[in-house]
């Protein structure tokens, strides 16, 4: 059985949403649970994610409801949570079978301890991120941001999202700086001997590349994004393979055997 794994959909309510969630939508339908049992997602799955107690984002609609039939299939989901994404909770887990990791997640596949996490707040000199990461998570933080209106929560995330992509254009050299940070974080876990393979996301930017390791050498891989780039990866007895949805060819990206779809 193979493993699915991604990263950055970040999916998005409003028109210029529409194209990757039915895009993603009809990703996720064609996806046959006989011949993957997995799926890893490296965070920012939803561009804002918050659970309500009684109520859902219903602009998600299909896109939960895919989730939930490939779960009633047989196919479990692990969602590492993202910048985006951190307050999933009860509701994924509940209704679709999520297994959510807050921090990280870590697993066999093949003979390879593989290690998965989506990597914001690595850049250590990212003092004001790293702050907003610790209160934002904090559970009196949920508590609070519970109080608004399910639409208004809603429009305050998407105008903090939007700045945010903004700031980090690709012209930006904050942007090569969070890629150097990321590598560095992989490059540090490969030698401390924690994983066999380290798995990000967060920098949009699809990489894989070899680091030494206490058994010799150990590969650090970047999903990429599936928002821009529509990569995603392949695991089975014989390795990762990246490929591309609904793309015909690319050139922009360093990464493991490529196949196209």
Known sequence: ????IFADVHLEVGPPGEKTLRDFTDFLRQIDPAEFDRTIILGDLFD????YRHVIFSAYF??????????????????VC????????RFLEQHLGFTIHRDR???VL???RVLFVHGDGTNPSDYGYRAFKYVARAPWAARLFRILHPDWAMSLAQRVS????RLLSPDDPRESREVEAMRKFAKGLLADGEADVVFCGHTHHPVEEEFPTPNGSGTYINTGDWMHHRTYLEWDEEGFH????GVEERHDAAGPSENRQ
């Open 1 to 4: 059985m193979k493993t699915l």
């Open 105 to 107: 997640y870590v697993c």
């Open 62 to 79: 299909d896109v939960l409801r895919a989730f939930a039939d490939l779960h009633e299939r047989g196919m479990s989901c692990h969602l």
């Open 110 to 112: 093949g003979d390879k």
């Open 162 to 165: 939007h700045s945010s992509r």
């Open 82 to 89: 993202g910048n985006h994404d951190f307050w999933a909770g």
């Open 48 to 51: 804002f994610w918050f659970e």
């Open 242 to 245: 990246r490929k591309y949805y």
